[in-house]
């Protein structure tokens, strides 16, 4: 079965530094990936996808994530994080044999000091 | 920007009640999606719903849960005798298509259950 790995549970920066989230997935072929961002109180939201073309991609708020095939990896990256960004990220993917469902990680939380 | 509404925010029922969760999803998207998230866990998919039947389930959507579209604009989730375990928020989502997997889901603000 398809799955999404996030290995880190908890982030915790201080404002201007440097943000990776790690997210691996399971799954040998076709497959769209998804971040999602869900701040304190509020509705999941789509920060960036990957569907096909250049595997460098870029979304809202200064978010990009580097889809790796031969990695099975699809890491966000911020170079300079704000205390805005204090929520919680969940990296997602669906595949051709289940276009209907995402598969949702663990989700990281992501946590700034002033 | 177009929303998916949820009512109610958030419920408190008694084990083995009845609870529907209503949703409105964006008016020309044609996927509809029940996710559910257990306080402190991941985000998990119940049930997908296109052309007025279930299109995909997970193991978590047994004979207790229900899906339908009764008027053509709500969307609705009903737990026929909720447990204590069905604490959680329950989020709805919607997509305008779903060809090779690139659908794009927006979701509902969530609704609350609390089974006590």
Not at chain 1, 16 to 33: I, R
Not at chain 1, 72 to 77: A, D, G, P, T
Not at chain 2, 47 to 64: G, L
Request: glycine fraction near 6%; charge should be neutral.
């Amino acid at each position: 079965a398809q799955s999404v790995s996030q290995h880190n549970h908890h982030v915790i920066l201080s404002e201007a530094a440097s943000l990776e989230l790690g997210c691996n997935y399971s799954y040998g072929g076709t497959v769209n990936l998804f971040w999602y961002v869900q701040y304190p109180g509020q509705h999941l939201q789509l920060l960036l996808k990957y569907f096909s073309g250049d595997p460098l991609v870029k979304g809202i708020k200064g978010f990009e994530a580097e889809f790796i095939k031969s990695k099975f990896s699809f890491n966000l990256r911020k170079p300079s994080v704000q205390w805005s960004d204090t929520a919680e990220y969940f990296c997602a993917v669906t595949t051709i044999s289940s276009a209907s469902k995402i598969i949702f990680g663990s989700g990281t939380r992501l946590s700034i000091r002033p | 920007e177009p929303e998916v509404t949820q009512t109610p925010s958030h419920q408190v029922t008694q084990m083995g009640q009845e609870v529907i969760l209503r949703c409105v999803p964006i008016s020309n998207h044609l996927y509809f999606y029940w996710y559910r998230q257990i306080l402190g866990q991941k985000v998990e998919f119940l049930v997908s719903f296109y052309n007025n039947e279930i299109s995909e389930k997970s193991e978590i959507f047994d004979d207790q849960f229900s899906v339908e579209r009764p008027d053509g604009s709500n969307f609705t989730l009903k737990i026929r005798s909720t447990k204590l375990e069905d604490s959680a928020m329950y989020f709805c989502a919607s997509g305008r298509d779903s060809n090779s997997g690139a659908n794009v889901l927006t979701f509902g603000a969530g609704s609350r259950l609390t089974v006590l």
